[in-house]
């Protein structure tokens, strides 16, 4: 493929680094890559640590237009995807007031009270655009633009990841 049309894949879990989740996210998201004619040069798998997750951010954003993310999301102490992802950026978490109403309505759609940990899910880079989810809790995450790059930061449980 020709036209500098690349991206980097990185997959964020511990759970893929000790085998207990096989990766599928990154082949089906490199396929739907090739559809558009972008490479996909690139796949990375980093655990649950926010250093480790920015390090990774830095080095695949220095090297790459697109850089799509899967995992590290949701509501629970391990998922710090947002946190590595605004130390790469040098920003702040801000909280989007559309994603707090959207998980409002998800929980309230199903009869139950939103959690309060849950509201962290609500929490973006201060340059991203949340990403509706339609299937889980976890908002997506989109960082940049035109010249700039383009970060996308995804759930990571394929039924979430893929329609999106």
Do not use: K
Request: aromatic residues 4%.
């Amino acid at each position: 493929m020709t036209g500098g049309r690349r991206a980097a894949v990185l997959a964020i879990g511990d759970e893929l680094l000790a085998g207990e989740t096989v990766d599928r996210n990154s082949a089906w998201i490199s396929e739907r890559l090739a559809e558009f004619g972008i490479e996909s040069a690139e796949h990375r798998t980093v655990g649950d640590d926010a250093s480790s997750i920015a390090a990774a951010f830095d080095d695949l954003r220095g090297r790459h237009p697109l850089v799509i993310a899967t995992g590290g999301l949701g509501p629970t102490m391990d998922d710090c995807t947002r946190e590595g992802l605004v130390r790469s950026l040098g920003e702040a978490l801000v909280e989007d007031a559309e994603a707090v109403a959207h998980l409002a309505r998800w929980f309230a759609g199903r009869g139950r009270p939103m959690p309060p940990a849950n509201r962290s899910q609500a929490m973006r880079p201060a340059s991203a655009i949340c990403l509706v989810n339609a299937l889980g809790t976890a908002p997506g995450l989109l960082v940049g633009g035109m010249g700039d790059g383009l970060v996308a930061c995804l759930p990571g449980p394929p039924r979430e990841m893929q329609p999106m």
